[in-house]
């Protein structure tokens, strides 16, 4: 089974910039579809994005397109969200997951252990 391991999280000011990266261990990654979820204290956790196994298709939640890009390189294992114009409101535990459902909104797992992203105003 695919373990994974974020890694990028920070601290960062409003208005800055990140790039989380999700490595992934195992030889079913490149079959896999793969996303990113946050959850803020207090919150839920919500979907941030989704990839395709080829990376050919993206999906986003409506909030966040435009600022969030996510991409993958199936030749490291590696899955990345980059986040641009970064709001204090995007502070959360980013986690990345395997195994995207169709609707691209949920997942079956398995999980990271999540990094912290922190953005001061």
């Known amino acids: 089974q695919v373990q994974l391991v974020e890694s990028g999280g920070g601290l960062v000011q409003a208005g800055g910039s990140l790039r989380l990266s999700c490595a992934a261990s195992g030889r079913t990654f490149s079959s896999y579809a793969m996303g990113w979820f946050r959850q803020a204290p207090g919150k839920e956790r919500e979907f941030v994005a989704g990839?395709?196994?080829?990376?050919?298709?993206?999906y986003y939640a409506d909030s966040l397109k435009g600022r969030f890009t996510i991409s993958r390189d199936n030749a490291k294992n590696t899955v990345y969200l980059q986040m641009n114009s970064l709001k204090p409101e995007d502070t959360a535990v980013y986690y990345c997951v395997a195994r995207m459902a169709s609707d691209y909104k949920t997942a079956f797992g398995p999980w990271g252990q999540g990094t912290q992203v922190t953005v001061s105003s």
């Open positions: 990839i395709s196994w080829s990376g050919f298709n993206t």
